[in-house]
């Protein structure tokens, strides 16, 4: 699966922003999708997972009540909404894949990437 990534831009604390990831092929709600960020310097990091039918989704503790991953299987598109955003949410936002990923918190247990889209929040 191919995921392409888009909707970041520069913001200022308190605004919000839709990323959306729009995944190739036809096995698209096959897949665990995740969000993740990676900010200068530091590593990369879970933000949001939600299973394949989208009842099942977890957060990072930082930003829950603020963001909302969903997804739309028919549109082969999953979605990360956040609101309330701040300063420290400024990173490179990466949507990912994976048929069962076993440890979602974990950058390494998945298989697709896509290439990141950029979150600058200004304070």
């Known amino acids: 699966v191919q995921l392409q990534a888009s909707g970041g831009g520069l913001v200022q604390a308190g605004d919000s922003l839709r990323l959306s990831c729009a995944a190739s092929?036809?096995?698209?709600?096959?897949?665990?999708m995740g969000w993740f960020r990676q900010a200068p310097g530091q590593e990369r990091e879970f933000v949001a997972s939600?299973?394949?039918?989208?009842?099942?989704?977890y957060y990072r503790d930082s930003v829950k009540g603020r963001f909302t991953i969903f997804r739309e299987n028919a549109k082969n598109t999953v979605h990360l909404q956040m609101n309330s955003l701040k300063p420290e949410d400024t990173a490179i936002y990466y949507c990912?894949?994976?048929?069962?990923?076993?440890?979602?918190?974990?950058?390494?247990?998945?298989?697709?990437w896509g290439r990141g889209t950029l979150v600058t929040v200004s304070s």
């Open positions: 939600t299973n394949q039918d989208g009842g099942n989704v």
């Open positions: 092929g036809r096995t698209f709600r096959r897949y665990v």
């Open positions: 990912a894949a994976d048929p069962g990923v076993a440890r979602p918190t974990r950058p390494v247990d998945w298989n697709y």
